[in-house]
Structures are given as structure tokens and as C-alpha cells.
């Protein structure tokens, strides 16, 4: 860890105030796409993933920033992908209602992420909330019966830029809730995360391969990590968080792969961990490795019935199977 009171740095200053003014100036006024025009039925039984798709592919057209609207009620939606590259670079999605994945986890079993956005530009999600519906694969895992599937991730952007989402709630995830992979300029503000204290790897938000990220003003209730930082994460900023139930905030784990980007530039600041299994934590595998942690701070904690406050394991190793037990090559500075 670096020393207690570093400055940031001049490019997580910038961040900051550029992230601040992204989310309310990101999509200037354009023409709007309601779901329900395209077929989408607010009844929460029938598939409007179509409809949605339908809605995008109008908006991504677009050459001019534009708008996609869902209005109040449940709406069902089986796996969906929102590719870009879309004619504008600024797309704003406004949800008053309820997307709802199929509650039989056998729908999206093999999709890996249930909703996923995929080289976009300047898209921003605006309040509404996602109900993944994992409680059934969350009871297949902890009966220990095994022939259970991973699961699908709630919402992942990959390879993508300039994202903004404020006010949205995601809960019962079947696998991680929001993921950001080879993303550039992000903001997250007022995110709310829930599910359960024992459902299986429902990490909060998980960034990797990114840079220039902020996640603020949130709160997070899961059964794993709230935020964990994976490989190749950048100029993250992470504060005001409420963490809890859950394991902490991790960076990790790392080393798993002898050739690995490393994690440098993060600040986590103002945090409150209650009834968390770790507050701030640093994890590696016990191998041989090129990767690193470096000018890290962690700043204003409180922690409230929480097993391990602080914890760096280099030999870590996941439901000790398996173990390397090696010495970690991951350097932690």
C-alpha cells in the first residue's frame, strides 16, 4: 500500500472533474424510442427482448444523439447484446420500470452476461433497476449437489467508452451484478446493489482491463466482493460506498497468469464495510507472475463487525482447490 497521505494524482484529478458534468451533459436532446412502441409488454410474463433490440438498433442509427425510453412496469428480457458501433456518441437510456431476466437460470445458463453493451460510445443509464432472478441458481450452488452453471452476469460493458449510470439498482444477480471489461471513462453515481449475504460470487461491480473509472455515492449488499478490481485496472476512483453485507473490497485476485497487466492508480476513500468478511483487500496467487499493485490508498475507512479490516494474502487460492503454493510474484509497492 502507498504511503497514508499521498496526493492524487493529476490524472484522477482530471477524472473526477470530467466525470463530474458526464452524466448530466452526456446525450444532448434528440429523438426518443418508448420500448412500448417497438412491442415491449410491461407485464413482466411476456419476452419484449425483440422489442428492446429493436429500440436500440433505431437509436444506434441514429445520427444524431438520441434517447431510449422504458417506462414504468416489469419488462421480461431473455439474454440481449447492444452492439455499437452505433452513428452518434451519445445514447441515453431512461428506465422507470423493471427489467426482469427468465427466473428459470437455464435460459441464460450459456449466455455468460444477461444484458451486455459492446463498443458503445457515450451511452448513460438513467435510474430503473434490474432483478437478475438468481435465487434459484444461488440454492442450486449452496446445496453442494454440484451440475450447477455458472450463471450470467446482469449487466457487462466491454470494450466501450464514455458510460455514464446514476440511480439504477441491481439486484439477485445470478452471477456478478455489473462488470466493466477494456472500458475507458466511466462514471457510476448512486448505484444500489442487493442480494442476499450467501449468494455465491454476485460481486457488486468487477472493473478490469479500464481506466479513467469512478464509482460513488453507492450502496452495496452481496455475497461477495462489493468492488473488485481485477487486472489492467487504471486511474480507478472509488468513494462514498456503503459495503455490506459482502467481502470487502478487493484488488484481486491477481497472478493467476504469468503475463498479466497490472493495477495501479486506485483510490478508495470514505467507505463505511458493516458485517463485511474483509474490509480492504489486496489478493494474488501463490505463482510466478509479472503483475503489480501500485500507488494504491486507502483512505477514511469505518468498519463495523468486520473479520479481516485490512488483509494483503499472497497465496491465495480460491475454495483451496487446486493451490499452487508457491511464492506470489506479484508486486505489491
Not at 456503503?242 to 484488488?251: E, F
Not at 497468469?257 to 494474488?284: C, M, P, S, W
Not at 468486520?306 to 487446486?322: F, M, R, W
Request: net charge positive; glycine share 12%; charged share 15%.
Amino acid at each position: 500500500m502507498a504511503n497514508p497521505t499521498p496526493k492524487p494524482s493529476p490524472s484522477l484529478i482530471i477524472l473526477r472533474v470530467i466525470l463530474g458534468c458526464w452524466l448530466c451533459s452526456s446525450v444532448a436532446l434528440g429523438a426518443t424510442y418508448n420500448v412500448v412502441n417497438f412491442g415491449a409488454k410491461s407485464d413482466g410474463k411476456t419476452d419484449s427482448t425483440k422489442a428492446f433490440l429493436n429500440a436500440w438498433a433505431k437509436a444506434c442509427a441514429s445520427t444524431n444523439p438520441a434517447s431510449i425510453y422504458v417506462p414504468q412496469g416489469k419488462f421480461l428480457l431473455k439474454s440481449a447484446t447492444f452492439n455499437g458501433k452505433c452513428n452518434n456518441k451519445g445514447i441515453s437510456i431512461t428506465i422507470d420500470g423493471t427489467l426482469v431476466a427468465p427466473s428459470d437460470y437455464r435460459v441464460t445458463e450459456n449466455s455468460g452476461n444477461w444484458l451486455e453493451f459492446e463498443r458503445v460510445n457515450g451511452v448513460s443509464i438513467h435510474g430503473g433497476a434490474l432483478d437478475g432472478q438468481g435465487t434459484a441458481l444461488w440454492d442450486c450452488k449452496n446445496s453442494g449437489k454440484g451440475n450447477c452453471p455458472s450463471g450470467a452476469t446482469t449487466l457487462a460493458f466491454t470494450n466501450s467508452n464514455n458510460i455514464a449510470i446514476g440511480g439504477l439498482t441491481s439486484m439477485n444477480s445470478q452471477l456478478f451484478h455489473i462488470v466493466f471489461n477494456g472500458c475507458q471513462n466511466v462514471k457510476l453515481q448512486g448505484v444500489k446493489v442487493l442480494a442476499d449475504g450467501n449468494s455465491p460470487n454476485t460481486d457488486g461491480i468487477h472493473i478490469q482491463m479500464s481506466s479513467h473509472v469512478a464509482i460513488i455515492n453507492s450502496k452495496i449488499r452481496t455475497g461477495d466482493d462489493c468492488i473488485s478490481i481485477g487486472p489492467g485496472t487504471t486511474n480507478l476512483w472509488i468513494e462514498n460506498i456503503a459495503c455490506g453485507p459482502g467481502h470487502g473490497i478487493s484488488i484481486g485476485s491477481l497472478g493467476k497468469d504469468l503475463k498479466e497487466a497490472g493495477v495501479q492508480n486506485v483510490t478508495v476513500k470514505t467507505v463505511t464495510f458493516t458485517g463485511t468478511q474483509n474490509g480492504v483487500r489486496i489478493k494474488t496467487w501463490g505463482r510466478p507472475s509479472n503483475g503489480f499493485v501500485r500507488n494504491v490508498l486507502f483512505q477514511d475507512a469505518i468498519m463495523e463487525n468486520v473479520e479481516n479490516p485490512v488483509i494483503i494474502d499472497q497465496n491465495y487460492c480460491s475454495d483451496n482447490k487446486g493451490c499452487p503454493g508457491q511464492a506470489s510474484g506479484v508486486r505489491v509497492m
